[in-house]
């Protein structure tokens, strides 16, 4: 009795250190303490829950927290920032995987007895181990295709949703012949492996600009798995915890979505830029378009007597691996009395706040980040937009072609810059195979070539000046 | 009866979780977005504490199947990948945001 109130006690304490570390993360300088907050409730509720459940399974308790935290600490340190989305999806199925397998071991256990499953014991022990085997599978799949393993654009197919919702039913009648009580002993496995193959196609349409939003939403989907298994297991740490999680997901996956202007079911069945038949998406295969090209000393030139240069980072930086090399372009340039700023779009690179993350691995300092709203209206006096593998979030044709796949998104006003510097690796459209007009415009000349390499090229020649 | 009311109190506490939840989320900004999601990535790693409790049932039921100790392993062992490795990865990046380059020139 006295170690079950102690237990609450620490759950108590825990859960305070959780919601104050999430609290600290609302500002770049408290951020660190608000993670080591969070970190020291979990050190608490693991050493109070090992304190309680050891006994007879310690070993195998050991066994997996051994196995298990070396292998993620040692992942954690060894990934490149640029693969860092791929990492989160990998952690966040790790956790659905969890959830699903504690269900389906929990099955066995309730339903050892003669008395059978209480009904919200079994209506949660179906719903966690759906919805985690569906994260777990989807997480994996938006892994292999952030790590490019797999082909990252979005893969259709006819009667794509026709068969996702058969797939969908058949995880409905299994889970229904499960709560009845009256299936054999495989339905439950059997259910958990039809919601694994529902996990793999549903992420498998969507694609590049979209991850970012998968991601989240996955990272909401474990989080409601998690506190469903609350339930299960009548365990209030995992409830909160896991409202928590599912609650900020499902925000963040919402923020995105409204970035994008398109509402959630667009992106989870839109396949942007694919399919869709009407949408002349991939269209304008008329011939190349007309666009200017700029030599690195043009440029360079430009860049050295403008007052103040927009950087806008996009996916092609991220996979250049160029943020240190953009950093050393903008030293160069702020040495001479240019003044730098970077435009981040919400939604550009694969993960929410990808650019920022990568720019500050590369020492830029926060405040120089300019979100949309308020990079903007600064774009009218800037001299030179440097646009750095970004497409879509710079594309006009959001602001007025209606027949475009974008069109209504909020984008990056590059064009309104005195001078706009696309650096880019070849005239291939971006993943969703959308001409941008903007390259055809007067004022934008264009840089072609390896990202890091053109930066590289490009500070040595302001050097050189 | 008491199981009504068990339920009601849990779900009271799934509410206001999830109130919290938005209320403290909605005040981060975009920069900090992506150590946001790892971190909240980290703390459904507390799913470990539910695989630690599951394999010690499983324990307890007297049932001996070494398949079950195999998955109720798993789960701790996939449990332990999320915590461990979603902190660790959220303190990575968190480092870079503290590298404050002080007053750029």
Known sequence: MIATTLGAIVDLVAIALFILGLHFLNSPAHARRGNRLAMLGMAIALIAAAWQTAGTAWLWIALGVVVGGAIGIFAALRVKMTAMPQMVALYNGAGGGAAALIALVEYYVQTHGAIGLYPVVGVSLILSAIIGAVSFAGSIVAFLKLQEVMIGRPITYPGQQFVN?????????????????????????????????????????????????VISLLNSFTGLAVAIAGFELNNSLLIICGALVGASGTLLTVLMGKAMNRPLTNVLFGAFGAA?????????????QNVRTASVDDVAIMLAYAQKVMIVPGYGMAVAQAQQSVKALADQLESRGVIVKYAIHPVAGRMPGHMN???????????????????????????????????????????????????????????????????KRSMRSGFAG???????????????????????????????? | MSDINALLGLLTILVLAIFVGFEVISKVPTTLHTPLMSA???????????????????????????????????????????????????????????GKDSKSK
């Not at chain 1, 055809?440 to 500070?459: W, Y």
């Open chain 1, 165 to 213: 919702a058969i797939v969908a039913l058949a995880i409905v009648g299994l889970g229904i012949w499960v709560f009845l009580g009256t299936s054999p002993a495989y339905a439950f496995p059997a259910m958990i492996g039809v919601a694994l193959i529902l996990g793999a196609l549903f992420v498998l349409p969507i694609g590049g600009a979209d991850m970012p939003v």
């Open chain 1, 434 to 465: 959308i001409e941008n007009p903007l390259y055809e415009m007067p004022n934008c000349s264009m840089l072609f070539g390896d990202a890091k390499a053109s930066v590289d090229e490009l500070t040595a020649a302001v050097k050189a000046l």
């Open chain 2, 40 to 98: 909240t990535n980290a703390i459904h790693g507390i799913v470990l504490i539910g695989a630690m409790v599951t394999i010690a049932a499983l324990f307890a039921s007297g049932l001996h199947s070494p398949l079950l100790i195999g998955a109720a392993t798993a789960a701790v062992t996939l449990g332990a990948i999320n915590v461990f490795g979603g902190f660790a990865v959220t303190e990575r990046m968190l480092q870079m945001f503290k």
């Open chain 1, 276 to 288: 869709g038949g009407s949408e002349p998406a991939g269209g304008g295969k008329g011939g190349p």
């Open chain 1, 357 to 423: 993350v990568l720019l500050a691995e590369a020492n830029v300092p926060y405040p120089a980040l300019l979100d949309m709203e308020d990079a903007n209206p600064e774009f009218p006096t800037t001299d030179v937009a440097l646009v750095i593998g970004a497409n879509d979030v710079t594309n006009p044709a959001a602001r007025n072609v209606t027949s475009s796949p974008i069109y209504g998104m909020p984008i990056l006003d590059v064009d309104k810059a005195h001078n706009v510097i696309v650096l």
